[in-house]
């Protein structure tokens, strides 16, 4: 199931959870090598708030244990919601066995503010820490009356440089503290990422951007390798149900005749 089923409702059934390979990191516990995500098409209104809280209890259904969201997505309290109630079922036996991926959004990327907003998704979650807490963007929102932390909407003339440096200290803090087991970066280009690295006592632990056969990433790859950085890929079916779908995976008559080929679907024979 993918983050745009998350308003499909119905029946659920229990199944047996097939256990996911995990990729350690250089700090925190290993995480799981296939993460589910919840942003949808409507980016969490309150009236999916039930959906995704079924889609995420599916998902734990069916073994995934890695669960990414962000402040951005208003996803965070249905995510909580479904951990809760996995672990009442029994299908999972605490908090502990799922990795939980949150993203700061662009409006709190300021220094002063990290920390509120990371206590703010884990209220949100009602968890008391997440396992990888990413800045989303390498840009900042001036926030302005009207535009709340975790609106969606941006307006391109309040998009503002990041003070990285400033907020990246902070995003250490929340580290230290243990309100985020490991910290990293999505969306964060070469140039961005060795600027990061040239003043991070911690560095990212991981860098989580779009990757599939339409959007390779080579370059942005070796770098993360080189200097011992996950790289976690978003989108690899094209994102089907989110704002910024697009077809050219799932629709490729190079990866429609390789997955027929092999008696197989895009989505399990892409890679």
Known sequence: MAAGDAGRRGTRTTTAAVMVPAVALSSGKPMPRVGFGTATATLGQAEGHAGVTDAVLRAIDAGYRHLDTAAVYNAEAALGDAVAQAIRAGTIASRDEVYVTSKLWIADAHPGRVLPALQKTLQNLRMEYVDLYLIHYPVSL?????????????????????????????????????????????????????????????????????????????????????????????????????????????????????????GKTVAQRWR
């Not at 370059?219 to 779908?245: F, H, M, N, V």
Request: charged share 25%; hydrophobic share 40%.
């Open 142 to 262: 001036r926030p302005t009356e009207g535009e709340a932390a975790g609106s969606a909407v941006v307006v391109k003339k309040n998009l503002v440089a990041m003070d990285m440096k400033g907020v990246w200290e902070e995003m250490e803090e929340c580290h230290r503290r243990g309100l985020a087991r490991a910290i990293g970066v999505s969306n964060f280009a070469c140039k961005k990422l060795e600027h990061l690295l040239s003043f991070a006592r911690i560095p990212p632990a991981a860098n989580q951007v779009e990757v599939h056969p339409y959007c390779r990433q080579n370059k942005l790859r070796e770098l993360c390798r080189e200097k011992g950085i996950q790289l976690c890929a978003y989108s690899p079916l094209g994102a089907t149900g989110t704002p910024w779908a697009n077809t050219s995976v799932m629709d490729s008559p190079v990866l429609k005749q390789i997955a027929q080929d092999r």
